[in-house]
């Protein structure tokens, strides 16, 4: 688990940029054919809200809100932890960081994951979150988004 303690700020505008790079070179997004310049734009639309996480100053994971996102309710966009931070609660922290900040406002959130994205999906399920629905299609031919929804308690 992580050793250091985390932060989770709001993003800079260097660090939407880094954000977008680092979505860009990773999965899912590098196998849904999703560009740099796509993900640039959304971290730095003012619709959305972005936050990364620091260890010792440092920038090692993202996680992009809607805060309007399904029927209302919020949404988490994109989460993705750097690769030589993983498996040691970042991602954990980042999913919790998002249900506090959204407790006051509504007692439901969502997110989706890709379906060839098992590693996320069983990591998202052992958070609590459970699939509702499938948009098959939805941004890949052949591939499938799956929403998945949590009550925060």
């Known amino acids: 688990m ?17 954000a977008a790079e680092l979505f860009s070179s ?20 003012p619709e959305y809200l972005v936050y990364v996480a620091h260890i010792e100053d440092e920038p090692c994971g993202v996680i992009i809100l809607d805060p309007h996102g399904v029927a209302g309710a919020p949404y988490i966009k994109s989460v993705l932890v750097q690769e030589n931070y993983r498996n040691i609660g970042i991602g954990a922290g980042m999913i919790a960081f998002a249900e506090s900040f959204f407790k ?37 031919q052949g591939e499938s988004e799956i929403l998945m929804y949590k009550r925060i308690p």
């Open 104 to 140: 006051q406002k509504s007692p439901h959130i969502f997110l989706c994951v890709s379906s060839f994205n098992q590693k996320a999906r069983s990591f998202y399920e052992r958070l609590g979150y459970n699939a509702i629905g499938e948009l098959k299609d939805h941004i890949k």
């Open 2 to 18: 992580i050793k250091e303690p985390l932060q989770i700020l709001s993003a800079t505008n260097q660090e939407r940029d880094w």
């Open 26 to 45: 990773s999965e899912p997004w590098k196998t849904l054919g999703i560009t740099y310049e796509n993900l640039k734009a959304t971290c730095h639309d």
